[in-house]
């Protein structure tokens, strides 16, 4: 069996992480999404990948360090079934396929079982679908099922109960349904403006539409598509979960300690050299990366996933299914629900919630509002569209190598662009774009004053 993971697109979508990052490449729990694709797809006895690179692939390729893989680079954004074309004539069309979309997150169970399936029952060709649920599915590319057979796609459509999972199966007898596509969806609502790209979606339709059945393989489970912003929240906090019902027990590696006086309610697996100390709360189970510290009444929530050398302490608070990256530092009375890139340096009674990039830096006393006066979600507006998201619309974003000011306050939903910066006692209302500085502009009234105000 072989794989091939498709991770060139921009992710123009995913601002204020698209100038920095590549979707594929996203930081999720203690790995990245196309890390962690990769080790599941080696697990469950995949002998060859490759990986389509293309924008920003240098995180792709550091991503994948010390992986066994055969990277291939896209000539041109046209498109996944392009994508898989180069890949197939670098690593051959005479074996079934399993292709993957890069930034798409899912179980290992879920990824092992259609392997798996692929491998014994060697279908036509097979898509994995998961129920939309409260999802709005004209966000989606969307599948239409009878029973386990899969009878068309449908691109973005106003009703469906079922949308592409971005994992497919191939058999060799597909590739001409792969090179014949249009270059467009054309499953689309009458009035529907399909995007000129040429979408492998299109080419299932197509094979499901031939006559040879398409299998239909329901998943239910850990599946996020990063597509926006929230999509990194709502990733990394539902792979914290995951990670963490796994544990069956403690894992303690060697020179790792817990204080006498902490207090855990939950299974913990600390890498070499943690350090649980005196005084900790951790309602729950934790997941902690080799040398990282939590000390000095320190406040943990449930579900957390800490990666290397991260420093939590100082009676500081960290939220359920919050995660840290590497070198990671929150104290001295800071609040944090969310996720932190690598480096970003939490401080000062701050109170934060979302998503906050590489090496981030927040000012003394910087606020993130996440309640609306009317208990509403901010609308998002992204490329052009307004959308309410489903997780996370409250949230802040900002991107890598932020940073605010002191008394800064982040109202509800604003995202903020790379390199930027929210100074001090601003009150930001609104989206700042990338390589930006927000200053508040300040009016004052000097009088005279002294002891003579006062009968002196």
Same mark, same amino acid.
Request: glycine share 12%; net charge negative.
């Given at each position: ?18 100038l ?11 790995t990245?999404?196309v890390?962690?694709?990769?080790e599941?797809?080696q ?14 692939q ?13 990277f291939?680079v ?7 079934a ?21 930034? @798409?997150l ?7 079982s259609?392997?798996? +399936? ?10 994995m ?25 449908s691109?973005?459509?106003?009703g ?22 249009p270059g ?5 609502n ?17 094979m499901?539409?031939?006559?040879p ?8 489970g ?13 990733? *990394? ?17 060697a ?19 943690? +350090? ?5 709360v951790?309602?729950?189970n ?8 939590i000390?000095n ?18 009676? @500081? ?8 990256? *590497?070198? @990671? +530092?929150?104290?001295?009375g ?5 996720v ?9 009674? @701050? ?34 569209r307004?959308? +309410?998201?489903e997780?996370?619309g ?7 190598y ?23 006692g ?16 300040q ?14």
């Amino acid at each position: 069996m072989k794989a091939i993971i498709l991770a060139a697109g921009a992710g123009s979508k995913c601002f204020p992480y698209d100038l920095t990052r590549q979707k594929a490449a996203m930081p999720v729990g203690d790995t990245t999404v196309v890390r962690w694709t990769c080790e599941c797809l080696q697990r469950a006895g995949v002998d060859r990948i490759a990986v389509v690179v293309g924008h920003l692939q240098e995180r792709v390729r550091h991503a994948l360090l010390g992986i066994d893989v055969v990277f291939v680079v896209q000539s041109g954004l046209t498109g996944t079934a392009p994508a898989m074309l180069q890949a197939v004539a670098q690593i051959g069309a005479e074996d079934p396929l399993c292709v993957l979309y890069g930034d @798409c997150l899912l179980s290992e169970e879920a990824i092992r079982s259609f392997v798996e +399936l692929a491998r014994k029952e060697r279908p036509f060709a097979a898509a994995m679908v998961a129920p939309l649920g409260e999802r709005d599915p004209r966000n989606w590319l969307c599948a239409r099922v009878t029973e386990d057979r899969l009878i068309g796609v449908s691109g973005h459509p106003r009703g469906a109960e079922l949308r592409l999972c971005g994992v497919y199966y191939f058999s060799p007898a597909t590739l001409p349904f792969v090179q014949a596509n249009p270059g467009v969806v054309e499953q689309v609502n009458v009035g529907g403006m399909p995007k000129m790209e040429a979408e492998l979606a299109q080419s299932v339709h197509m094979m499901a539409q031939s006559g040879p059945q398409v299998r239909a393989v329901e998943h239910r489970g850990l599946f996020v598509d990063i597509d926006k912003p929230w999509h990194v929240l709502e990733a *990394n906090a539902q792979f914290a979960r995951y990670l963490c019902s796994r544990l069956e027990g403690d894992e303690v590696a060697a020179g790792a300690s817990v204080s006498d006086g902490a207090e855990i309610s939950g299974h913990i697996r600390l890498g070499p050299g943690c +350090l649980v100390g005196n005084r900790v709360v951790i309602h729950g189970n934790l997941v902690a990366g080799a040398g990282t510290q939590i000390t000095n009444g320190a406040i943990m929530g449930g579900d957390c996933v800490l990666g290397e050398r991260v420093k939590v302490r100082d009676y @500081c608070s960290v939220g359920a299914q919050s995660v840290l990256g *590497n070198d @990671c +530092l929150v104290g001295h009375g800071a609040e944090l629900s969310g996720v932190c890139f690598e480096g970003a340096y939490l401080y000062h009674y @701050c109170e934060l919630s979302g998503v906050f990039g590489a090496r981030h830096d927040v000012g003394a006393a910087t606020v993130c509002g996440t309640l609306r006066f009317d208990d509403g979600t901010t609308p998002h507006t992204v490329h052009g569209r307004t959308e +309410l998201p489903e997780v996370g619309g409250n949230d802040a974003y900002f991107g890598d190598y932020t940073r605010t000011g002191v008394n800064a306050i982040v109202m509800p939903g604003v995202k903020v662009g790379a390199y930027s910066c929210v100074g001090p006692g601003v009150i930001q209302y609104h989206d700042v774009d990338h390589r930006t500085l927000v200053l508040a502009k300040q009016e004052t009234v000097s009088k005279p004053w002294g002891p003579e105000k006062y009968g002196w």
